[in-house]
């Protein structure tokens, strides 16, 4: 899949890290992260990468990491971290579950380290926080520079929903795998949930829906927050404006009208209007995005609760 972000030297990334949440989502964790930062998580969910000042932005990109010293044992950490020369007072260490058994407990771990700073914690109210992660055969040690706000949380309270809205965080986790768009096309809006992550990220958003209902609900919840996002109802097999991403849950399960004709005419004509797509789905449709005219999707499944699945399908024109 491609990546925002891409270095010259692709064997080498750097300095910096990012700490992914924990997910039964663990395919599209790590798309948005590669996304995001340029980096792919390793199992316990920490990617070296080229940047982490987008991760204010994620849904599943937890943490932002300067990395400063590195060792391949606890002994060689701490000398890196003696010798390194930055900037400490009133600091706080943490220990990631990526880091294994050490030589005593995560704690004297961490008071080792802490005796190689010169200068002297503050654990309540820290100006710099250190987290200590395993990548790649290596103990790190490094300072969070940046951390996702969470704010798609306020979209959970809109006053319009159904029983089958996407929830705010995977939401965002969708708008985040298009990024860098600037425009982004919902066909198939609903109560608008794709349409407010875009807004709330400053992309120019438009949805459609052949459901009134639905359009006027969308409208509802764009105005409790404040957003402009156009929304018409409208068949989107017929739609003419063009975006640089859509975004959209297909209506499995949703609609009465939704088989595979009209599904599969919403896919012909999304190929059309925008380069990339990213489509959810209540089961796999690699086949008719094939035959509607994509040339490269990937496929990342999302469980539920229940045992269900939605599979969130990117696809492209071209292949990358």
Not at 150 to 173: F, G
Not at 182 to 210: F, H, K, N, R
Not at 243 to 249: E, F, G, L
Request: proline share 4%; glycine share 6%.
């Amino acid at each position: 899949m491609e990546t925002l972000y891409q270095t010259a030297e692709t064997t080498r990334k750097s300095e910096f890290a990012a700490i992914c949440a924990r997910s039964q989502h663990n395919a599209l964790v790590a798309a948005e992260c590669a996304n995001l930062t340029g980096g792919r998580p390793n199992g316990d969910g920490v990617a070296r990468c080229d940047t982490v000042v987008h991760v204010p932005r994620a849904a599943y990109v937890r943490t932002g990491l300067r990395l400063l010293a590195r060792g391949t044992t606890l002994d060689e950490l701490v000398a890196a971290v003696e010798e390194a020369a930055f900037p400490a007072d009133d600091f706080r260490i943490d220990v990631h579950s990526s880091v294994g058994s050490l030589d005593g407990t995560h704690r004297a771990a961490t008071i080792e380290l802490a005796d190689a700073l010169p200068f002297y914690p503050d654990l309540e109210d820290p100006r710099h926080r250190f987290v200590v992660c395993a990548i790649d055969d290596y103990l790190w040690f490094g300072e969070v520079v940046s951390e996702y706000t969470q704010d798609y949380r306020r979209h959970d309270d809109k006053p319009r929903r159904t029983s089958s809205s996407l929830s705010s965080r995977l939401s965002r986790a969708l708008v985040n795998l298009v990024t860098p768009a600037q425009t982004i096309l919902d066909p198939c809006c609903g109560t608008g949930s794709i349409l407010l992550e875009a807004q709330s990220m400053g992309i120019e958003a438009y949805g459609v829906d052949w459901n009134r209902t639905m359009v006027e609900m969308t409208r509802e919840n764009l105005t409790q927050f404040g957003y402009d996002a156009s929304v018409e109802c409208a068949d989107a097999r017929t739609i003419t404006r063009t975006a640089d991403a859509i975004v959209t849950d297909v209506p499995y399960g949703r609609s009465l009208d939704a088989d595979e004709s009209v599904i599969r005419g919403i896919l012909r004509r999304g190929v059309e209007l925008a380069p990339v797509a990213v489509y959810v789905a209540g089961e796999t449709m690699t086949t008719w995005l094939e035959d509607a005219g994509y040339r490269d999707v990937v496929v990342y499944p999302v469980f539920k609760r229940a045992g269900s699945a939605r599979y969130v399908h990117v696809a492209r024109r071209e292949h990358v």
